[in-house]
C-alpha cells in the first residue's frame, strides 16, 4: 500500500482527478488523464490527454512524445495526489496509462510499476472496481514481463481477464493475450505465442483498432519467421506497414520495418535485411530518447496485492 504524504495539494490536482473521474465511458475515463500534469494541462485544456492517446498512432506522435516526456516531472505529484486522497485512485490509474505505452515509450519501467502497482493496491483497499482497472492491471503485467517478472504476470494477466469480463470490456480482453503473447515467446513457446497474437490481432480488426493491430501484427510476423512462415510473416509486414505509413506513424511502422528486416535475415538476404534495419533505425527516434530518461531513484515494485 501507498503512504500517506503529508499535506497533499489540493488545488489543481484535484480538479484534474476530477477531471479523469468523470468521463461517462471507459475510453473516456481511461484517455483522461495525463492533461493535469499536476495542474498544468498539456494543451491549455483537459483535451490533452484525450488527443494524445487519439493521436499516438498518426504524424503528431513525435509532437506527442516532446511534450509529454518534457513535462514527465510534472505527472509524478500529480500520481501522488491520486494516490493519497481517497477515492482517486482510479482517477491515478487513468492518468498513468494514458498513452497507453507511455512508461515503454519513455525506458522508465521501473517507475511505471512503481507507479501502477501502488494505485493498483490503493483501488483494491478502498473497494472500488472501476473499469479502468483491466487496462491498467495489462500495463502493469506487460512491463513487468519486460523486466524478467514472469512468475508476477500470469495472476496479474488473469486478474485483468477477470476483470475485464466483468465489465464487458473486449479491448482489455484483447490486450490480456498480447502480454501472454510475448511471454510464450520469451519461453520459446513460438507456436503458442502465434496462436495468442493472432487471437489479440483478430480482436483488434474486430474492435477497429488499427494501431493495437499492427503492434500485434509486427510481433505475429517475427513469430512466425521463427516458425518457418516466411510467406507469412513478409505478408504481414507488408500489409501493417502501408496501414501504419497511411496513418503517418513512425514508432509501430518502425517496428514492422523491424520485423520486416529480421524476415529478409531468415531468407538469407542479409544485404535486404540491413538495409530495412536501417531504415527502422530512422524511423523510430523515440528510443534514443528514452535511453537518456534520468534514473528515478525507486525501488523495484512490489506485484499488486491478489484479491
Known sequence: MATTHASAPQGRESECCDHA??????????????????????????????????DWFGPRQAEWFTRLRREHGNLRPALRFCLDTEGEAAA??????TPRHYWLTFGSLSEGRHWLSRLLDAERAQGTDSDVRAPALCAYAYLGM????????????????????????????????????????????????ATLFDEAL????????????????FKLAITAAHLGDLERATALCRDHEAIAAAHGDRWVRGLTVFARSLVSWHR??????????????????????????????????????SG
Open 21 to 54: 473521474k468523470g468521463r461517462g465511458a471507459r475510453s473516456g475515463h481511461r484517455r483522461s488523464g495525463r492533461s493535469h500534469r499536476a495542474g498544468r494541462p498539456a494543451d491549455g485544456g483537459h483535451e490533452g490527454p484525450a488527443r494524445a492517446e487519439a
Open 268 to 305: 538469407g538476404e542479409t544485404g535486404d535485411a540491413a538495409r530495412r534495419a536501417r531504415e527502422a533505425i530512422r524511423l523510430m527516434p523515440h528510443p534514443t530518447c528514452a535511453l537518456r530518461t534520468p534514473p528515478t531513484g525507486l525501488r523495484k515494485p512490489p506485484r499488486p496485492k
Open 202 to 217: 483478430t480482436a483488434f480488426r474486430e474492435l477497429g483498432d488499427q494501431g493495437a493491430a499492427v503492434q500485434c501484427a
Open 146 to 193: 519486460l523486466q524478467g517478472a514472469a512468475q508476477d504476470t500470469l495472476p496479474v494477466i488473469e486478474e485483468a481477464r477477470s476483470v475485464a469480463e466483468r465489465h464487458g470490456d473486449r479491448s482489455a480482453l484483447a490486450w490480456t493475450r498480447h502480454p501472454l503473447g510475448a511471454l510464450a515467446s520469451f519461453r520459446g513457446e513460438l507456436t503458442e505465442a
Open 92 to 97: 491515478g490509474l487513468a492518468l498513468a496509462i
